[in-house]
């Protein structure tokens, strides 16, 4: 029996930034089959694949050989991609079975049961069951007889098969690491679970769904296994534990910790509460190695905490944040917007008092999701919470907030904050494509040639004479595009030889729109963004200022020039100007960095994929998708 594994990536806002994609349930999975003894052949796909490949080439790596069993890790940033996904390897290779599983898979989520693509679903922690569902399958029986599996019948999806709770000590199964099932990558977080479960019972949260009794890896497990991971070449290890500071032994294991990262190879990560946490911890956490940490504040309204079962004291997070500071450590802390009870004024409460304790710059402050299996989903009718469907389920109005005081509440804290809240979508305009294929070039005064199958994110560049008078050529080759890649990522790049009617952008926007949504098309659906299909323009000749900012309201602008003119007016691109497309070959060192310390880093992008790579990872801080 053969068995294929994947899982997709969080769409990243550029095309050469790292996903952070580690498949690292689908290498539990292989690991736990492995260690049942089952006659099966399994393969994790690796990120390798999936977070360069787009659609189409996707959907033949993964058919090809016709497994008899492709496995699909659901989450909420790629469940519509992986349902296309499956069907596109059902169509190349029906004999194929497609199960799917993770947290996207629970009782109480229509958006996914009510879909098709798939044969099997299966819900909860699924190291024990999955093994058991290999060998019914194996076996020739019927997959219902394995727990937790719901399984498509001619009418439909049936119930989910009755499935114990999962008790089996953390110890049982190596790590899909060290067994070989996913790879170490030093570029790439390394993902570890010491702890299973979780004694909080925050209503809006995914954890308690799965066990308030804490499954452990001891602290000498827990040392070791950092140990080996570090000699196999990872270099930042983000914890996957609730609550790290909440586990047995957490003094002890920082010090082991520490002991293991002497020589400071290792930065971790991980989840902390402020309540226990003393100056004493975080000095042990930052000689471990921990640099960075999240927090969560979620409120300042007490009521609203102990509405939604969080608990805990604002007062408890600034002075946990201080000592964590004063110990050398950055922090990430979550402020929600819509929480049940709250409304605008504890929202802007709660960003005065991130600014007023020195947290502004580590704020994150988004809206409130309800995802499945959470307690806070389950009452949001009788607590008067409406929510999108679909993923990523966000909170359209509550008792206390209407959408648009939700919506007016996130743009007072970018203004209070000074800073967007979510990364800029950021056009691919490098000029020559790599491999697969990431830049298509169509002369729209040409017949059209069939578009080929591309990369997960591809630009779409549009030239011609005139380019409203071939507009349904536009629009074919966008069809063309979207037929081929429809989950893709698509920066449609206008590169006009005289000004056109901005008709054309409405034309264009109606037709990317007219595409199936998913979670990347909604995700910035609050401020009017598309983060999956998107229009930029990039000027290689005159045009007029009125019309350059008229065509601005619309879609991004950049003008191509040569490094020393980027220069020259380095602080006004993206302001008075366009933004800034640099063509110039060659860049110095001493040039690049005087643009990053002068220009707003936005506002530049390069045709050079080496210099485009190279500003993405030192300027925006975003990882290198090439390893």
């Given at each position: 029996m053969r068995v294929r594994l994947v899982q997709l990536p969080v769409p990243p806002p550029a095309a050469l930034a790292a996903t952070g994609n580690v498949p690292l349930a689908a290498g539990s999975l292989a690991v736990a089959a492995r260690e049942a003894g089952l006659p099966v052949d399994i393969e994790v796909v690796p990120p390798a694949a999936t977070d360069a490949l787009g659609d189409a080439r996707l959907a033949e790596l993964c058919a090809r050989g016709e497994p008899d069993l492709l496995g699909l890790s659901l989450y909420l940033w790629n469940t519509e991609r992986s349902l296309h996904l499956a069907r596109q390897v059902k169509r190349l290779s029906p004999r194929t079975r497609i199960v799917v599983g993770g947290p996207e898979v629970s009782a109480d989520n229509p958006f996914l049961l009510g879909q098709s693509g798939f044969d099997l679903a299966m819900t909860g922690e699924s190291e024990?069951?999955?093994?058991?569902?290999?060998?019914?399958?194996?076996?020739?029986?019927?997959?219902?007889?394995?727990?937790?599996?719901?399984?498509?019948?001619?009418?439909g999806l049936g119930p989910f098969s009755?499935?114990?709770?999962?008790?089996?000590?953390?110890?049982?199964?190596?790590?899909?690491?060290?067994?070989?099932?996913?790879?170490?990558?030093?570029?790439r977080s390394t993902y570890v679970e010491t702890v299973r479960g979780c004694r909080s019972h925050c209503t809006f949260c995914f954890y308690p769904r799965s066990s308030s009794v804490l499954r452990t890896l001891d602290v000498s497990e827990s040392a070791n296994l950092v140990a080996a991971l570090r000699d196999k070449g990872a270099r930042q290890v983000t914890f996957l534990d609730p609550t790290f500071n909440h586990r047995p032994g957490f003094a002890e294991l920082a010090d082991a910790l520490a002991a293991v990262n002497d020589d400071g190879t290792l930065s971790f990560f991980a989840e902390v509460r402020a309540e226990g946490l003393t100056a004493q911890h975080a000095k042990k956490l930052a000689r471990a190695g921990f640099d960075k940490l999240e927090i969560g504040l979620q409120s300042v309204n007490r009521a609203t905490l102990a509405r939604v079962r969080r608990g805990g004291s604002p007062g408890l997070v600034a002075e946990?944040?201080?000592?964590?500071?004063?110990?050398?450590?950055?922090l990430l802390v979550d402020l929600i917007v819509g929480l049940p009870g709250d409304t605008g004024d504890d929202v802007a409460r709660g960003v005065d008092f991130l600014l007023e304790n020195g947290l502004g710059g580590e704020a994150q402050v988004f809206p409130l999701s309800l995802l499945p299996g959470t307690a806070m989903r389950a009452t949001a009718a009788e607590d008067g919470i409406?929510?999108?469907?679909?993923?990523?389920?966000?909170?359209?109005?509550?008792?206390?907030?209407?959408?648009?005081?939700?919506?007016?509440?996130?743009?007072?804290?970018?203004?209070?904050?000074?800073?967007r809240l979510d990364e800029v979508p950021r056009p691919h305009l490098v000029e020559v494509p790599s491999d697969p294929p990431d830049v298509f070039h169509v002369d729209l005064d040409t017949p059209l040639a069939p578009a080929a199958p591309g990369a997960q994110h591809v630009a779409l560049w549009l030239e011609g004479n005139d380019l409203f008078a071939v507009r349904v050529a536009a629009l074919r080759a966008i069809d063309a595009?979207?037929?081929?890649?429809?989950?893709?990522?698509?920066?449609?790049?206008?590169?006009?030889?005289?000004?056109?009617?901005?008709?054309?952008?409405?034309?264009?926007?109606?037709?990317?729109?007219?595409?199936?949504?998913?979670?990347?098309?909604?995700?910035?659906?609050?401020?009017?963004?598309?983060?999956?299909?998107?229009?930029?323009v990039v000027l290689r000749g005159e045009a007029s200022p009125g019309w350059i900012d008229a065509v601005r309201d619309l879609a991004p602008v950049f003008r191509d020039q040569r490094m020393a003119s980027a220069l020259r007016d380095a602080e006004r691109l993206g302001g008075d100007l366009p933004a800034a497309r640099i063509t110039s070959g060659a860049l110095s060192a001493d040039e690049f960095r005087e643009l990053a310390r002068r220009a707003d880093p936005e506002a530049v992008c390069f045709a050079d994929r080496a210099a485009e790579a190279a500003w993405q990872t030192e300027v925006l801080g975003y990882g290198d998708a090439r390893g």
């Open positions: 024990e069951n999955f093994a058991r569902l290999l060998s019914v399958l194996d076996e020739g029986g019927d997959p219902a007889l394995a727990p937790g599996v719901a399984v498509r019948r001619p009418l009755p499935a114990p709770a999962a008790g089996f000590a953390l110890s049982r199964y190596p790590s899909p690491y060290l067994a070989g099932a996913i790879p170490v990558t030093p570029s946990a944040a201080r000592m964590l500071h004063d110990a050398g450590i950055a409406v929510f999108d469907p679909a993923p990523p389920y966000r909170v359209v109005r509550t008792a206390t907030m209407s959408e648009e005081q939700i919506r007016a509440a996130l743009l007072q804290a970018e203004e209070r904050l000074g800073r595009r979207l037929a081929v890649d429809p989950h893709a990522t698509l920066d449609v790049v206008l590169a006009p030889r005289r000004e056109f009617p901005l008709d054309l952008l409405d034309r264009l926007r109606a037709r990317l729109d007219s595409a199936p949504s998913s979670y990347a098309s909604r995700a910035l659906g609050w401020r009017c963004e598309d983060l999956q299909r998107r229009i930029a």
